[in-house]
């Protein structure tokens, strides 16, 4: 019996259904698209004879189980009750660390932390290790439990003693996230000793051998790197700049190599970012590149095994690997003639005894896909899938496009039109990424994207200038140009659609989330001759409501950041307050007048509340089709998926009322 059949008897919950592209005529309903992900991964163990995987029990809670590679059994290690095993990473062969998330719960009702609990491979000597909340924090005999606000590295770590390394955040006074203490937290005792640190942590870095060996605090606005030096022992500082606005020296640490090397990432005078080794010794970066791409800064991974580095995983339009190992090369190659039509990352074991790589699959049609490969008999086992109601057949192409800004600006987007149709002249969605100094997105599976698409709308995703990983000439054009030439390029990308027959002129519509909500009200103050309609979902609505806040909810945006960063990047208030009220969705609210639907969550405290309810009473004065809806739950976006499933319902119809199949067609100008 193969692994994929032993799975699917033994556990019988949610590990692959085959399905047949193209087998039903309809689009998949909403909640095939914004449910729960039925498989959310595997980890092999470092010796790669075990398999750690999450899945469903009789309680709809996400369980921990290991399966043994070598004889295809399982066994449930971990469960609970009431929440969901959340993030799980192997100490060793033998031992497992985990903590919870609640599934069924959105922020505001959230009353625990995640907590920390180890367990070994077959089940035995579970151990909670953190607290869930202040309260439950005791002390027995052996060991006192660690607060709440302990968490998992994210880090790999030696993975060859019962010891990993946890960090637990410090809060001020008034609730801020402080710093980062680091502790070495023994997983069968409980006791922990704490790492001497050079300041405030904001970041710590292991090397290759699981020990701390860099940190990166911050004062203020600067941010200093610090290295611990093995032959001394101590800390010494290896560079300090500008925490927001970076400069001409600053770098981001990366990762160690096996061999101790330092790996950063750096422009070096370039527009963009490349990777490059560190010279600890001489204090400088190394001139030439160790990889870098052509028109994307670099952001990426190291990938070792047994002590010897085999390849980087970075991002370009996609996820990709460059192996300098040759015996791997030829392995990708080996899965990628088994696997033609996805791209697929191979994760690899720390120490492996067995033939047994873990692959991750996917494209811009096909959600995730999880298999085991054999090397040694080049065999695919399939594990389980995310969205596996999802057919590819019926997904639609995401391609790459350029268009030119007005002032001449190159602008990435991606593209989606949906499949079997002519596509042209279709009703288009322009989907702004929210932010805005991050990058947007990537070729790859959208439920987004893809559910817009399989109900017969075009989707433009503009990476207008702020965005990141396009250089630093594309990220630092969009500096205090909210509502300015940022909101150009996002119009300039909808008439480019149009330009290229593939959007109907008179059926656009624009919508984002957070700061791509705030671009969707402001599209219809300055375009509205361009676009019908807006959606805006836990959008800004006022920039100065982003600096004071508001008596009801205090906002998670830190006050170092509102004191140095926004200034240099949004707008300085009193400099720029002309700017602010020109630029203000609340202020300009009587000039809207397009249909809106207006989403929020009560309890989100990026962009409180008090955005969505002040600017709804100021354009319901003068616009009639406003919907308004409040998740009375949720945060900074929708966690459970019966909101999300609401809320896409609810863009489903507003778009055929305005744009789709049940609009009626707009007067031409």
Same mark, same amino acid.
């Given at each position: 019996?193969?692994?994929?059949?032993?799975?699917?008897?033994?556990?019988?919950?949610?590990? $692959? /259904?085959?399905?047949?592209?193209?087998?039903?005529?309809?689009?998949?309903?909403? @909640?095939?698209?914004?449910?729960?992900?039925?498989?959310?991964?595997?980890?092999?163990?470092?010796?790669?004879?075990?398999?750690?995987?999450?899945?469903?029990?009789?309680? %709809?809670?996400?369980?921990?189980?290991?399966?043994?590679?070598?004889?295809?059994?399982?066994?449930?290690?971990?469960?609970?009750?009431?929440?969901?095993?959340?993030?799980?990473?192997?100490?060793?062969?033998?031992?497992?660390?985990?903590?919870?998330?609640?599934?069924?719960?959105?922020?505001?009702?959230?009353?625990?932390?995640?907590?920390?609990?180890?367990?070994?491979?077959? &089940?035995?000597?579970?151990?909670?290790?953190?607290?869930?909340?202040?309260?439950?924090?005791?002390?027995?005999?052996?060991?006192?439990?660690?607060?709440?606000?302990?968490?998992?590295?994210?880090?790999?770590?030696?993975?060859?003693?019962?010891?990993?390394?946890?960090?637990?955040? /410090?809060?001020?006074?008034?609730?801020?996230?402080?710093?980062?203490?680091?502790?070495?937290? =023994?997983?069968?005792?409980?006791?922990?000793?704490? /790492? %001497?640190?050079?300041?405030?942590?904001?970041?710590?870095?292991?090397?290759?051998?699981?020990?701390?060996?860099? !940190?990166?605090?911050?004062?203020?606005?600067?941010?200093?790197?610090?290295?611990?030096?093995?032959?001394?022992?101590?800390?010494?500082?290896?560079?300090?700049?500008?925490?927001?606005?970076?400069?001409?020296?600053?770098?981001?640490?990366?990762?160690?190599?096996? =061999?101790?090397?330092?790996?950063?990432?750096?422009?070096?005078?370039? =527009?963009?970012?490349?990777?490059?080794?560190?010279?600890?010794?001489?204090?400088?970066?190394?001139?030439?590149?160790?990889? +870098?791409?052509?028109?994307?800064?670099?952001?990426?991974?190291?990938?070792?095994?047994?002590?010897?580095?085999?390849?980087?995983?970075?991002?370009?339009?996609?996820?990709?690997?460059?192996?300098?190992?040759? #015996?791997?090369?030829?392995?990708?190659?080996?899965?990628?003639?088994?696997?033609?039509?996805?791209?697929?990352?191979?994760?690899?074991?720390?120490?492996?005894?067995?033939?047994?790589?873990?692959?991750?699959?996917? +494209?811009?049609?096909?959600?995730?896909?999880?298999?085991?490969?054999?090397?040694?008999?080049?065999?695919?086992?399939?594990?389980?899938?995310?969205?596996?109601?999802?057919?590819?057949?019926? *997904?639609?192409?995401?391609?790459?496009?350029?268009?030119?800004?007005?002032?001449?600006?190159?602008?990435?987007?991606?593209?989606?039109?949906?499949?079997?149709? @002519?596509?042209?002249?279709?009703?288009?969605?322009?989907?702004?990424?929210?932010?805005?100094?991050?990058?947007? @997105?990537?070729?790859?599976?959208?439920?987004?994207?893809?559910?817009?698409?399989?109900?017969?709308?075009?989707?433009?995703?503009?990476?207008?200038?702020?965005?990141? &990983?396009?250089?630093?000439?594309?990220?630092?054009?969009?500096?205090?140009?909210?509502?300015?030439? *940022?909101?150009?390029?996002?119009?300039?990308?909808?008439?480019?659609?149009?330009?290229?027959?593939? !959007? =109907?002129?008179?059926?656009?519509?624009?919508?984002?989330?957070?700061?791509?909500?705030?671009?969707?009200?402001?599209?219809?103050?300055?375009?509205?001759?361009?676009?019908?309609?807006?959606?805006?979902? /836990?959008?800004?609505?006022?920039?100065?409501?982003?600096?004071?806040?508001?008596? +009801?909810?205090?906002?998670?945006?830190?006050?170092?950041?509102?004191?140095?960063? *926004?200034?240099?990047?949004?707008?300085?208030?009193?400099?720029?307050?002309?700017?602010?009220?020109?630029?203000?969705?609340?202020?300009?609210? #009587?000039?809207?007048?397009?249909?809106?639907? $207006?989403?929020?969550?009560?309890?989100?405290?990026?962009?409180?509340?008090?955005?969505? %309810?002040?600017?709804?009473?100021?354009?319901?004065?003068?616009?009639?089709?406003?919907?308004?809806?409040?998740?009375?739950?949720?945060?900074?976006?929708?966690?459970?998926?019966?909101?999300?499933?609401?809320?896409?319902?609810?863009?489903?119809?507003?778009?055929?009322?305005?744009?789709?199949?049940?609009?009626?067609?707009?007067?031409?100008?």
């Amino acid at each position: 019996m193969t692994l994929s059949h032993f799975l699917r008897a033994a556990l019988a919950t949610v590990f $692959l /259904v085959a399905t047949n592209a193209g087998a039903q005529a309809a689009p998949p309903p909403v @909640s095939a698209f914004f449910s729960n992900p039925e498989f959310s991964g595997a980890l092999l163990s470092p010796d790669a004879r075990h398999l750690a995987v999450k899945v469903n029990g009789p309680n %709809k809670r996400e369980r921990l189980a290991v399966v043994n590679l070598l004889d295809n059994s399982i066994k449930v290690v971990a469960q609970f009750s009431d929440v969901d095993v959340g993030d799980v990473e192997w100490v060793n062969d033998e031992r497992l660390i985990l903590n919870t998330r609640d599934l069924q719960t959105a922020p505001g009702d959230l009353r625990y932390g995640p907590g920390l609990f180890a367990v070994n491979r077959d &089940g035995s000597d579970f151990r909670q290790l953190a607290a869930r909340s202040a309260e439950l924090i005791r002390s027995t005999s052996i060991y006192k439990l660690l607060p709440w606000h302990t968490y998992l590295t994210g880090q790999r770590g030696a993975q060859h003693s019962s010891a990993v390394y946890v960090r637990s955040t /410090v809060y001020t006074p008034t609730g801020e996230a402080d710093y980062e203490s680091l502790r070495l937290l =023994d997983t069968l005792t409980g006791r922990s000793t704490s /790492v %001497k640190p050079p300041g405030k942590v904001r970041r710590w870095l292991l090397d290759q051998n699981g020990e701390p060996r860099l !940190a990166v605090t911050r004062e203020r606005n600067i941010e200093s790197v610090q290295y611990l030096d093995p032959d001394s022992g101590g800390w010494r500082q290896l560079a300090q700049f500008d925490a927001y606005l970076g400069g001409p020296d600053a770098f981001t640490p990366l990762s160690f190599g096996p =061999d101790g090397t330092l790996y950063v990432s750096a422009r070096m005078g370039n =527009d963009t970012l490349s990777m490059h080794a560190y010279d600890l010794a001489g204090n400088r970066i190394v001139p030439t590149p160790f990889v +870098s791409l052509d028109g994307y800064d670099f952001s990426g991974n190291l990938i070792v095994r047994q002590g010897k580095l085999l390849g980087v995983r970075h991002l370009s339009d996609a996820l990709a690997t460059r192996w300098f190992d040759p #015996a791997m090369a030829a392995t990708q190659a080996r899965i990628d003639a088994l696997l033609p039509n996805t791209i697929n990352l191979v994760s690899l074991a720390a120490r492996p005894a067995t033939p047994f790589m873990l692959v991750t699959s996917y +494209s811009d049609r096909q959600p995730g896909k999880f298999t085991l490969f054999n090397s040694d008999t080049g065999k695919l086992s399939i594990i389980g899938e995310t969205q596996p109601l999802i057919q590819p057949g019926q *997904m639609s192409e995401q391609q790459l496009v350029r268009y030119k800004a007005r002032d001449g600006l190159d602008i990435p987007a991606w593209l989606t039109v949906p499949s079997g149709g @002519s596509g042209k002249s279709l009703p288009l969605v322009v989907l702004v990424h929210g932010g805005p100094y991050l990058r947007g @997105s990537s070729w790859q599976w959208d439920a987004q994207v893809q559910f817009l698409a399989s109900r017969g709308y075009a989707v433009l995703q503009p990476e207008f200038r702020g965005s990141t &990983g396009f250089g630093s000439r594309h990220f630092r054009a969009g500096w205090k140009q909210w509502g300015l030439k *940022m909101q150009d390029d996002i119009a300039d990308g909808a008439r480019w659609a149009i330009g290229q027959g593939i !959007a =109907d002129p008179r059926r656009i519509c624009i919508a984002g989330a957070s700061y791509g909500g705030y671009a969707a009200l402001m599209g219809l103050v300055n375009d509205p001759d361009l676009f019908r309609c807006a959606i805006d979902w /836990v959008g800004v609505t006022d920039i100065n409501l982003l600096y004071s806040g508001h008596w +009801s909810f205090k906002s998670d945006l830190g006050d170092d950041w509102k004191q140095y960063g *926004m200034p240099e990047l949004i707008g300085d208030r009193t400099a720029n307050a002309a700017q602010f009220q020109a630029t203000s969705p609340i202020a300009q609210a #009587a000039r809207i007048t397009q249909p809106l639907l $207006l989403a929020y969550g009560a309890a989100d405290r990026r962009v409180p509340l008090y955005h969505g %309810k002040q600017f709804y009473a100021a354009v319901k004065q003068h616009n009639r089709d406003v919907e308004w809806v409040v998740y009375e739950e949720e945060g900074h976006g929708w966690t459970l998926p019966q909101n999300r499933i609401d809320f896409w319902g609810r863009v489903e119809k507003f778009l055929d009322r305005n744009i789709g199949k049940d609009s009626a067609p707009a007067k031409k100008e």
